[in-house]
C-alpha cells in the first residue's frame, strides 16, 4: 500500500495539495480538509455567498436579495432545482447592482432603497440580504440597514454575512444556519409540541425529494414540521422550535444549525440519509427507535418491506448490467459522498476514487471505513487531480457537478449529475431506481462503442 | 424610443454578467493561454460552471483565492503563489490575469505584482497580461472587449507592415466563428482572426485529453496585428476606450473597418463588399447562391415573419444584428434591451428604428423584471437571446429563440450558427419555425373562440 500511494502521488505537481489526498491502505495518516483551497489548484469549490445561498434559496416566500455587484445574483439566478409547492418568490434574484461609485461612496442607502422597493413590490414577510465580498471591506453596516428596514416595514429582514473572503464554502453554510436561528422563535412555550413532529434538515426539495420523504415519515406516524429548507416558508420556520426532533440529512450545512437548536430549545438531533435503499431503510427504522415507539417501528418495516419489494426486480435488473464497474465519486459534501459509496455497492459497483468539497475529518474517517484498499480519498481535487486519478484507477464513471461533467466525457467517462439542478429525485426508494437507471443509461450507452 | 421610466435601486432577474467573465472568454481565444482570477474562490468557480455549461467544454481557470489574510493585508501572495501553481500545472504559452471586485476594492496592483513576479522567477519570456475587470465596473461585454485590447497591447510586436488583414470578432458561438473563417477562406482573405475559441471551446472527442486546449489565435499573430493593412472589427456597439480595433488605428494606424456582426442581408453584404474592396478578390460564385437562397427563404417567409413582435435583449452587439435582421424580415421589434449602459446601441437603434410600425421600448441597464413588463405591453410573441430568457416564456407564454450566450436549458449553444448568408437563413428559419409552432399551437382555439363562441372582439382591431 506505502507503494501504491508513492506511485499515485509522484504526478502530483503540487506539492502543497499531497496532504489532501491519500490512498486507503496500511499507513494512517490523517486526510487534511476543512482547509482553504490551495491559490493557483483550479480548486472546484465556491465560495462563502454559495454556501449561503444554497441553503437558504429554497425558502420560497423571502426575497433573497444580494447586496453585491451584479455577478453574484446573476450567477446563481434559478440555478438550482428546488421545488415549492406555494410561493416562487424564491425563483428570483434580487441584487443592489453596485457600482463604482457605490464602491467609493458606500452601498447603505441604496440597500435601504432597494429593501424598500422590493417590499413594496412584493410584500414578503422576510427579506434574506446576502453580504458580498466587496460589503465586507467597503464596510457597509448590514445589520443596521437590516433592523432599520425591519422596524420601517414591520416585517423580518435578516442579513446573511456571506462575503466570499471569509471562509470557504462551509462558512456559507453556518452564515445560512446563523440567519435561520434569528428567524426561529423561541418555541417551547408558544407553540404545542407535538410527540411525533420532527424537523427534516439538509433537504433542499431537489425534484421533490423531500415531499418523498414527508410520504413515507406520515406513513409512519410521523409529522414533519418544517423542511430545512426545502419548500419551507416563513410561518414554518418560525415554528420549528415545536418540533421533538431534528433529522439531518446534509449534516455538512446543518449540524451546526442542529446543535444550535439542542442547545437552545432543548431538541435532540439524530442524522439521517435517504440515499439509497441500505440507507432509506435504516435511517427510517432509526427514526422510529428514536421514538421508541413499537407501532411506528412495524410501520417503518411494513413499508421498507413494501417500498423494496417494488424497486428490487429494476435494481436487481440494472445490477447485472453494472456488476463490477468502477466509480469515481467528487461530491460537495460528505452525507452524499458516504451514502453513494452503499448506494453504489448495492448495484454492484466498486468506488475506486472519492472526494468532496467541504467534507469534514469524521466524514473522511467514515469513507475510509467505507471503501476497499486502494481507493484514493481527497478533499477539494481539482480537474488535473480528478482526471488523474480517474484514468489511473480505471474509473468507468464519475459522480459530480456541472463543472465535472464535461471533463469526465472529454475523458470518455460516463457521469451522473448529482447536483442541485438535477430534474429527477434520487433519494428515497423511488430515488434509487432512478439513480441505477441513470447509472445504466449512461454507462451503458451505445456512444462509448465508438470513441 | 428610449423609455428608461424611473430609477430603480434593485435589479431583478440580471440580463448581464460582470467583467472578468467576458474576460475570461476573449482569453479563451489565444493559443495555449490560462487564467487566473485575483480573487476569492467563488468567481473563478461561478464563471467556470457558467462557461462550462454553455459549451460543454470543462473550463479550467484558476483563482488567486484570497482568504480574509490577503483581503487585509495584501493578496500578493496568493496571487504569486497562484501563477506558481497554474504554470506548474498547465504549462500555459500566455496567462491572464483578471481582477475582481474584491481585489479592485482593496487596492491590488496586479501590473507591478505580476512583473515583479516575472523577474523573480526569470521568465520573462511568459507574456502575462492583467486586465482590471471589478465586477461593478462593467458587464461581461465590456469585460471582453477589454480584454482583447490588453493582450494587442501587450504582445505587440515591432515587425512591420504586413498585408494581412484583422478579423476581430464580438462574443459569437465557436460556429459562427467557424463559419467567418469559411468566408474569409472562400474570399481568399489572408487574415489574423481573433479571439478564435472556435476550437477551444468546441474540441472534437479526442484521446488523449489535453488540459490545455489546441487552437486560438496565435501569439506570433497577435503580435503581427499593429503592422497589418486593416482591421475589420464587428463592434460598433464597443465604446471607444475599450475598442482593440480603435486602439490599433489610434497608436499604429492601421485603418479600422467597424462592422456589424454580418447577420441579415446587409451586415452580411457590407462585410463580404469591405473584403471585397480590401483585397480586390471576387466574391465567389458559392458565396453568391448562398446570397440567393437567404432572399429565396426571407421571401418564403415574409408573411410569417410579419406576424413576429420581437423581445431581443443580449450583449449590445449582439442585440443590433437581430434587430436589424428582424427589421430586414418584417418582423416588428417591440422590446430591445440591454443589461449594460451602450450609447452606441443607442444611438444605432436610434436610426433604424425610426421607421418601425409601432413604439419600440428601448431598455437599457436593465433586468428581465423590465423586460418582462414591457414585452407583456407590447404583446410581443417571440423573445430571441440567450436562454435566461426562458422566465419571459414561463411567465409570459412568450416562446424564445435561443442565442448567444449563455443557453443552459438546451444543448448545443456553441453550434448554433446565425452569421453569414448560409447561417442567417437558419437563423431566421428557427425564427420563423418558433412564429408557425406557436401559430399552429393555438388558431384553431383562436378561431373557435373568436367566431364560434363570439367572444364580442372586433376583428379590425386585431389590424396593425
Known sequence: MEEMEVVLLTGLPIEERRDFILTKGKQKRQLKCDADSVAGSVSQRACVYCGARVVLNPVTDAVHLVHGPIGCASYTWDIRGSLSSGADLYRNSFSTDLKEHDIIFGGEKKLARAIDELVRKYRPKLVFV??????????DDLEAVCKAASGKHGIEVIPVQSSGFIGNKSAGYRAACDALMRLIEPGEKKYVIKSKNINYLGDFNLAGEAWIIKRYLSRMGVDINVVFTGDSSYAALKKAAGASLNIIQCAGSMIYLASRMEENYGIPYMNVSFVGIEDTSNSLRNIAKAFNDPEMAYKAEQLIEHETALVKPAIQRYREKLEGKKAAVYVGGGFKAVSLIKQFKEIGIDVVMIGTQTGRPEDYRRIGDLVDDGTVILDDANPAELEKFMLEKGADLLVGGVKERPLAYKLGIAFIDHNHNRKHPLSGFIGAVNFAEEVYATVCSPVWNYI | ??????????????????????????????????????????????????????????????????????????????????????????????????????????????????????????????????????????????????????????????????????????????????????????????????????????????????????????????????????????????????????????????????????????????????????????????????????????????????????????????????????????????????????????????????????????????????IREKSKESAANIAIGHSDGRYLTEREGIPLVRHGFPIHDRVGGQRLLSVGYLGTTMFLDRITNTLLENKYGSYRSNMYQKFYQNTGDNPLQTMR
Open chain 1, 130 to 139: 446576502y453580504s458580498t465580498c466587496i460589503v465586507g471591506v467597503i464596510g
Open chain 2, 1 to 370: 424610443m428610449k423609455d428608461n421610466t424611473s430609477y430603480r435601486y434593485a435589479n431583478e432577474n440580471p440580463c448581464n454578467m460582470c467583467m472578468p467573465m467576458g474576460g475570461i472568454i476573449s482569453f479563451k481565444g489565444v493559443e495555449k493561454s490560462m487564467v487566473i482570477i485575483h480573487g476569492s474562490q467563488g468567481c473563478s468557480t461561478y464563471m467556470r460552471r457558467h462557461i462550462a455549461e454553455h459549451f460543454n467544454e470543462p473550463v479550467d481557470v484558476a483563482s488567486s483565492s484570497l482568504n480574509e489574510k490577503g483581503t487585509i493585508y495584501g493578496g500578493e501572495n496568493n496571487l504569486r503563489k497562484g501563477l506558481d501553481n497554474l504554470i506548474k500545472l498547465y504549462n500555459p504559452g500566455l496567462i491572464g490575469v483578471l481582477t475582481t471586485c474584491l481585489a479592485e476594492t482593496i487596492g491590488e496592483d496586479i501590473e507591478r505584482i505580476t512583473s515583479d513576479y516575472l523577474k523573480d522567477r526569470g521568465l520573462t519570456d511568459l507574456p502575462v497580461v492583467a486586465v482590471s475587470t471589478p465586477g461593478y465596473g462593467g458587464t461581461h461585454t465590456e469585460g471582453y472587449f477589454l480584454a482583447l485590447k490588453k493582450i494587442i497591447y501587450r504582445l505587440a510586436g515591432k515587425a512591420g507592415k504586413n498585408s494581412r488583414i484583422n478579423i476581430i470578432v464580438p462574443s459569437l458561438s465557436p460556429a459562427d466563428i467557424r463559419e467567418i473563417k469559411r468566408i474569409l477562406h472562400v474570399m481568399d482573405v489572408d487574415c489574423i482572426l481573433f479571439p478564435d475559441y472556435s476550437d477551444t471551446l468546441d474540441r472534437p472527442f479526442e484521446r488523449p485529453y489535453k488540459k490545455v486546449p489546441d487552437g486560438g489565435t496565435r501569439l506570433a499573430d497577435i503580435a503581427m496585428m499593429p503592422g497589418a493593412a486593416a482591421t475589420i472589427q464587428m463592434g460598433v456597439t464597443a465604446g471607444d476606450n475599450i475598442s482593440p480595433g480603435g486602439y490599433l488605428e489610434s497608436h499604429f494606424g492601421v485603418p479600422l473597418y467597424n462592422l456589424p456582426i454580418p447577420m441579415g442581408i446587409e451586415n452580411t453584404d457590407l462585410f463580404v463588399e469591405t473584403l471585397k474592396n480590401l483585397t480586390g478578390n471576387d466574391v465567389p460564385e458559392n458565396l453568391r447562391q448562398e446570397r440567393g437562397r437567404l432572399l429565396d427563404c426571407m421571401v418564403d417567409s415574409h408573411k410569417y415573419n410579419f406576424e413576429g413582435r420581437s423581445v431581443v435583449f443580449g450583449e449590445p452587439e449582439n442585440v443590433y444584428a437581430i434587430v436589424k435582421t428582424c427589421l430586414e424580415n418584417g418582423i416588428e421589434p417591440v422590446v430591445v434591451a440591454t443589461g449594460g449602459k451602450s450609447n452606441k446601441l443607442t444611438e444605432l437603434l436610434k436610426s433604424c428604428l425610426n421607421g418601425c410600425r409601432g413604439n419600440v421600448h428601448f431598455l437599457d441597464e436593465t433586468d428581465f423584471s423590465e
